[in-house]
Nanobody, 126 residues
Framework: QVQLVESGGGSVQAGGSLRVSCAVSRYTYSNLCMGWFRQAPGKEREGVAAIYTSTGSTYYRDSVKGRFTISQNNAKNTVYLQMNSLKPEDTAMYYC???????????????????WGQGTQVTVSS
């Protein structure tokens, strides 16, 4: 069982930055695909970024490349999503997700992740 706890959401004006964190509760942090998803009201949950904890390989959806950075702190079993140059369309509930299968990372789809956090709200005003 993998438990995930997000933190760090909030409100910011367009062009600003936020960092969200995901603490992973598990006896070993290795060999996990960790992903960030977001869901805006009335829209599907979409994958934003992923990182494979053992290799540090990262994956991003096109719309956030160059603005968002996923990273990890292995000593703290924590994954981060640094979001810069935020736009109003980035407004959503952001969820941390995890799966043991490496393929979850490049696929970055909801169906490929078995474990989910409770979500943290990110609101970007124009």
């Amino acid at each position: 069982q993998v438990q995930l706890v997000e933190s760090g959401g909030g409100s910011v004006q367009a062009g600003g930055s936020l960092r969200v964190s995901c603490a992973v509760s598990r006896y070993t942090y290795s060999n996990l695909c960790m992903g960030w998803f977001r869901q805006a009201p009335g829209k599907e949950r979409e994958g934003v970024a992923a990182i494979y904890t053992s290799t540090g390989s990262t994956y991003y959806r096109d719309s956030v490349k160059g603005r968002f950075t996923i990273s990890q702190n292995n000593a703290k079993n924590t994954v981060y999503l640094q979001m810069n140059s935020l736009k109003p369309e980035d407004t959503a509930m952001y969820y941390c997700a995890a799966d043991f299968a490496f393929v979850a990372c490049p696929r970055l789809t909801r169906a490929n992740f078995a474990y989910w956090g409770q979500g943290t709200q990110v609101t970007v005003s124009s």
